[in-house]
């Protein structure tokens, strides 16, 4: 996981997920606005019980 960007209105923020071993990227579909909410995603996914895929909504893109 993956999150990264600008505090600037103008560029935004965002967050990327990626399992190379299934061959998966997937981007965040509403995007995060603040600094508390890309940790949040962040603590979410580290907690590995996939909680991440039930707070926020992905677009998931297999290669």
Known sequence: MEVSGSLDPGHGLSALYRDRHNRSEAVIIDPPETIDEME?????????QDTWRQKFEFDFMHY
Do not use: E, T, W, Y
């Open 40 to 48: 949040n995603i962040l603590i979410a996914f580290v907690r590995q």
